[in-house]
């Protein structure tokens, strides 16, 4: 096992998944399981080093995420059922900067080396992710990366004016920091190094991480060999490495995911007119609700309903786009409305280049003819639940096995592959309980709520004008102050802290019931007792506790007998527990 951070206080215990999922929702939620009510707790308390540190143990990419994750835990932050949610990532953010103006040094841990070599391919969330795992549990790693520069899409495809490129290099610096390797423009592959070679060079396991790098063709009339005829990952990457010029006067963006939101936008500061054509409405869009809103700032002139039908050409090169009108259908297997055309309902939009952003695939050229790996009908590489492929010692995941995915998803995606190929190279079974978790029940004196909590509203973040936007990639979001970022911190319910009663000293007086606000503690009689949540069972009655409703606002703890605590459940999913922890389910 890899060196364990079993905490020297407090009790271990064997929690269900589904209690985790009810009650520290952000933390479950997060692909990567971020400790999220611990880190913004140490942002509360101004111990920003101490937050960054926390972030680091289960997020090798703080920073990239501070700036462009989706945050999927503020979907599930409890305190957005009163109000707004947390601003989680901007929390996130506001450390991760502090870290980096301020040229703070964190010293990589000390680790056991182990004498087995790694390799990966691909250096992209993924693949540095695993990389970053590996080397902390003592192992050699070697990241092999056809490009000039590492970080996979983060460099390549999300704009500068959403994420600064220093800001990768400085996730990446933390983990080469640890001994891994990386070498870039070494493409791997035929007709060069295969994986056999990396086998014969004594890499005892291979994780491929190679993304999905290639757009999908819209499969019209008029798209092959036209000349303003582009896919976005092309001209995204084009940007990103300096090509500054202008793609065309009138730029027709295809697609409605946020692939296209990034390339609209990046074109809108390019060139003077955009236009994003997209065959659903605007509630069908994939993109994240608040970059469409930024884009209609700028200027960008949205099409629903309306889907390329063929493109017309003068002189080789494209002269307007023929679309036809949709309308929303009756709903497929999915359960999402099918858009269906509208006859006779042709019309044309002007423009001098089309961008493509309907998907990605992966191109797995560079494995040969014969790899033997298998593969899904959908082209990408088939992996079981750990990440394990069908050939002994090969590992796969990000995008090349979940298809185009966020970094927080291919961050978590490496973290599952690095455990996996631990295990496989001690010789252990690499399948991982997946209902159960390890937690620490930890006592100590919490802090609850501020007096005014409930009035602090969501802080705002500072946006760069939209007319200082046109022609410049400055960053658009500016971040939270000091201040905004103490009293953000403020708002979250901590519900990471589980309400404890020493039955054997209740009174069931009853008095924590009537104080609670949300009903979270209830006195009832033993015959009314409910097989749905874990009762406190005294003589005469029972108080049974809905942690899942909990605001862990403390007026409980005024207990006239003093038999109500608070402990935090703390949950480390990333620390490898000693075998003598582990408890074999039946």
Request: with cysteine.
């Amino acid at each position: 096992m890899s060196q364990a951070t079993i905490p020297k206080q407090g009790i271990r215990a064997l929690l269900d998944l589904d209690w985790l999922q009810s009650n520290i929702r952000c933390q479950h939620r997060c692909p990567a399981h971020m400790d999220v009510p611990g880190y913004i707790r140490l942002i509360s308390q101004g111990k920003y080093v101490e937050s960054y540190k926390l972030m680091r143990e289960t997020n090798p990419f703080p920073a990239v995420c501070g700036y462009i994750c989706p945050h999927p835990c503020e979907s599930k932050c409890k305190r957005g059922d009163f109000d707004r949610p947390v601003a989680i990532d901007a929390l996130k953010r506001f450390v991760t900067d502090y870290i980096y103006k301020n040229k703070i040094k964190i010293p990589p841990p000390k680790v056991n080396k182990r004498a087995e070599k790694v390799a990966i391919i691909g250096a992209g969330p993924a693949g540095l992710t695993a990389a970053n795992d590996l080397a902390g549990m003592g192992y050699s790693v070697t990241v092999f990366e056809k490009e000039s520069q590492v970080g996979g899409m983060m460099m390549w495809a999300i704009p500068s004016y959403r994420l600064p490129r220093e800001q990768i290099m400085f996730d990446v610096g933390h983990i080469m920091s640890r001994g891994v390797e990386i070498k870039i423009n070494t493409p791997i592959g035929s007709p060069g190094k295969t994986l056999s070679d990396l086998h014969k060079e004594g890499y005892k396991a291979v994780f491929l991480a190679v993304g999905a790098q290639k757009g999908k063709r819209l499969e019209i009339p008029g798209e092959e060999g036209t000349k303003g005829v582009m896919d976005c990952l092309e001209f995204l990457k084009n940007v990103n490495a300096g090509d500054m010029r202008s793609p065309g006067k009138k730029v027709a963006v295809i697609g409605g995911g946020n692939s296209a939101i990034d390339a609209a936008r990046t074109a809108q500061r390019l060139c003077p007119e955009v236009y994003i054509v997209y065959r659903r409405t605007r509630e069908e869009m994939p993109a994240l609700s608040w970059e469409i809103e930024e884009a209609e700032h700028e200027g960008i002139k949205f099409n629903y309903l309306a889907a390329p039908v063929r493109i017309l050409i003068e002189n080789g090169k494209v002269k307007a786009l023929e679309c036809i009108k949709m309308k929303m259908g009756k709903p497929d297997s999915s359960g999402r409305r099918r858009p269906e055309p509208v006859p006779n309902s042709e019309f044309t939009i002007e423009t001098d280049c089309i961008i493509t952003a309907i998907s990605q695939e992966s191109d797995l050229k560079f494995l040969g003819a014969h790899h033997g790996l298998e593969v899904t009908k959908w082209g990408m590489i088939a992996v079981d639940e750990n990440l394990a492929t069908n050939k002994k010692g090969v590992f796969a995941g990000g995008d090349v096995t979940l298809g185009p995915s966020t970094v927080i998803e291919c961050i978590a995606q490496g973290h599952t592959a690095a455990k996996s190929i631990d295990r496989y190279l001690r010789g252990e079974d690499i399948r991982e309980p997946k209902k159960k978790v390890w937690v620490s029940l930890l006592d100590g004196e919490f802090d609850l709520r501020e007096g005014n909590y409930d009035a602090v509203p969501r802080q705002k973040m500072q946006l760069l004008p939209v007319d200082d936007r046109q022609g410049t990639f400055n960053l658009v979001e500016l971040g939270l102050t000091e201040t905004q970022a103490e009293k953000e911190a403020l708002r979250c319910l901590k519900c990471d802290l589980s309400i404890n009663v020493e039955t054997n000293e209740c009174v069931l007086c009853g008095r924590c019931s009537m104080v609670c606000p949300v009903g979270a503690l209830r006195q009832v009689e033993v015959d009314n007792e409910s097989k749905e949540y874990r009762p406190y069972v005294s003589k005469d009655g029972i108080v049974i506790k809905y942690t899942d409703i909990c605001i862990r606002c403390g007026n409980c703890k005024d207990c006239p007998v003093n038999v109500i605590s608070l402990k935090r459940v703390l949950w480390k999913p990333n620390e490898e527990i000693n075998k003598m922890l582990e408890e074999k389910e039946e």
